[in-house]
């Protein structure tokens, strides 16, 4: 049977350390777990794509003595990634793994490509595994359809997968013959699916301690057999049992103690709202106040929130869900801490906000991003709401809640770190591989739809056209699989501007990459302000903006900081960046007059004291009880 074996890598944020596909299970890396299981089982290549140059040593490492090859890849879906080996398979067969197929006995694929050969299957799904530890096992000129229909692999099961597949045989006008019998996984090992975990993220660092622990108890007997899945679901009932039970409070509080603060903020991939929270953190008077943060996972994050001086919190789970286990988590926090005031810096969930409600501890709901969806529990419960701009205010007051209890504070930035007379703008640009003398265009932006890239493209297309030499340099992180990734990809190619883009997903100090530019330009639709722009007109590089959302705020077109144009307008906007990259003196005086308006209205010294004066005004109200009080 002519088979290839695919691991594709999914791409994750470099701003969060912990990368689980260079885990180890009972001591061996999991890669070469799968890659030695594949082989052994029949197939006749094992093929891992990856993303990432620079970790290329590492998973050679990994692989190192298991014949798998390891190709760079650079898409962010699955199917796109494996589009060469599907189309080297020929009339031969692609099983494609996931990274908890470690877990799976290790004949496992052996019997699936069995099952597959003898019904006749062009496709095979694994029923009774857990989603996230399964493989898929197709035919070649199956994946060569799904290519050309511009599909993805995602089946939710076997039944789906066959609906979606003829479906698409009709649409091609092809007769590829669609067949797809299940492989039954319970049935094969002799278990009962109630033995094994509902599902298996290995995603975070503490998924694979658990993992570890079963794999080390069943040794001598997972490696062909069910065993370390069904010791991994009785670990599972322990730990969310142990993660659900409470602790005693550990002491009461002195009332002359400083107030203590403590900023959730879940999302752990660093980005202007995280960059925002860390510089007005920074000021915060630690005479007056004791920080703590808690974020999910260590990374840039957690590393800049411990800098800035709050002590911080890592669990390296999944606390982000409304789970029974996350509820518990910050019961237990807050009476180990025993907060007077709770900072919300992105949404929050019944887990945190109920127990936070119970304690009767007073909570600040900050409000960065112009998508409220899912703000309006944390919205309704918190005493103070700050906004970062009158757009968000109004966003806000859509909601059940009173004006008065809105604040207005922008987005805040510490200009004396953010100066452009600390770069040298030469170096910058050779650190990055930029031309001395080109006209270098920066967008700063997740690849997601509302950030426009499309408008971006279409500009760069016209500015090109009369700006010699120009470049645009995007940076632009992507976690996970990115459809949007692959429009804007698809984009650039039509547009023809592969040779004038350079892009990066993550720079560890954002500041270099504005000092190597001339212009920066954010054209989203219903951005909150954008602390990239904040951060651009401190280091004194003009803007460009939309006048969607509340960027524009800041921004007196033409007199401060730059120009303002329509959202969705990519000719205004060449227009303007064009008119920017051609005058350099416009250039200087825009961008000194946005760094003098940073320093007086939006420098992280002026912010961190209004929101002091907030937790000084909740921690005073006598009609609010805190839950120091509460639990003496």
Request: with cysteine; charged share 25%; proline share 4%.
């Amino acid at each position: 049977m002519n088979l290839t074996a695919v691991l594709y890598l999914e791409p994750l944020t470099r701003s969060i350390s912990f990368r689980p596909y260079l885990a180890h299970i009972d001591h061996e890396p999991f890669l070469a777990i799968l890659a030695k299981n594949a082989l052994r089982c029949g197939a006749d290549r094992f093929v891992v794509l990856s993303h990432y140059e620079d970790e290329r040593p590492l998973l050679q490492e990994a692989l190192n003595g298991t014949c798998a090859e390891l190709r760079p890849t650079p898409h962010f879906s699955e199917l796109q990634a494996a589009t060469e080996i599907i189309l080297e398979a020929g009339e031969g067969n692609v099983a494609f793994f996931r990274a908890s197929t470690a877990l799976a006995p290790g004949d496992l694929l052996r019997r699936v490509a069995e099952h597959h050969k003898a019904h006749g299957n062009s496709f095979t799904l694994v029923d009774g595994l857990p989603g996230t530890c399964t493989l898929r096992l197709y035919t070649a000129p199956v994946l060569a359809s799904l290519l050309r229909g511009g599909q993805q692999m995602n089946f939710l099961n076997p039944e789906s997968a066959m609906r979606r597949l003829l479906l698409l045989n009709r649409e091609l006008k092809r007769r590829i013959p669609i067949s797809g019998i299940p492989f039954n996984f319970c049935a094969s090992y002799g278990i009962v699916p109630e033995q094994l975990p509902l599902r298996i993220p290995l995603i975070h660092a503490g998924d694979w301690e658990l993992c570890n622990k079963a794999a080390s108890e069943t040794r001598e007997s997972w490696a062909n057999s069910a065993n370390l899945l069904c010791r991994l679901k009785e670990l599972q009932i322990v730990v969310r049992a142990e993660r659900c039970r409470l602790e005693p409070v550990i002491r009461a509080r002195n009332a002359k103690d400083r107030k203590r603060v403590l900023y959730l903020s879940l999302a752990s991939a660093f980005s202007g709202a995280e960059q925002a929270l860390c510089s007005m953190v920074r000021f915060v008077d630690r005479t007056r106040f004791e920080l703590f943060a808690v974020t999910a996972h260590e990374g840039v994050f957690a590393a800049k929130l411990r800098e800035a001086g709050a002590q911080t919190f890592c669990p390296e789970w999944d606390i982000m869900n409304a789970t029974i286990d996350s509820c518990a988590y910050f019961e237990k926090l807050f009476r180990r801490i025993a907060p007077d005031v709770i900072h919300l810096n992105g949404k929050a969930n019944l887990a945190i906000l109920a127990p936070a409600m119970s304690a009767g501890i007073p909570i600040v709901q900050h409000i960065r991003n112009g998508d409220m969806d899912g703000f309006e529990d944390g919205l309704i419960l918190a005493q103070k709401i700050i906004a970062i701009t009158e757009f968000l205010k109004r966003e806000t007051l859509r909601f059940p809640v009173e004006a008065g209890r809105i604040e207005v504070i922008p987005d805040e930035v510490d200009a004396e770190l953010y100066n452009p007379d600390l770069f040298s703008k030469s170096e910058c640009r050779a650190e990055f591989e930029l031309e001395a003398e080109a006209p270098v265009v920066l967008m700063v932006a997740r690849v997601v739809s509302n950030k426009r890239y499309d408008v971006m493209l279409h500009a760069a297309a016209m500015i090109r056209e009369n700006v010699p030499g120009f470049r645009l340099v995007l940076k632009g992180d992507v976690y996970g699989e990115s459809g949007e990734h692959l429009r804007v990809q698809t984009l650039i190619r039509e547009l023809g501007l592969r040779s004038s883009i350079q892009w990066f997903d993550f720079v560890p100090d954002i500041r270099r990459l504005m000092a190597a530019a001339d212009v920066l330009v954010l054209c989203s639709d219903r951005e909150g302000l954008g602390s990239c722009v904040v951060e651009a007109m401190s280091m004194a590089l003009p803007v460009v903006v939309t006048n969607s959302g509340g960027t524009h705020e800041i921004v007196d077109s033409g007199i401060r900081g730059g120009f303002i144009v329509t959202g969705g307008d990519f000719e205004a906007l060449a227009a303007r960046v064009t008119e920017l990259l051609r005058d350099k003196e416009l250039c200087r005086r825009l961008g000194q007059s946005g760094r003098e308006y940073v320093r007086t209205h939006l420098d992280a010294r002026v912010s961190s004291q209004s929101v002091m004066k907030i937790y000084t005004s909740l921690c005073d109200d006598t009609s609010t009880p805190i839950f120091a009080e509460r639990i003496r």
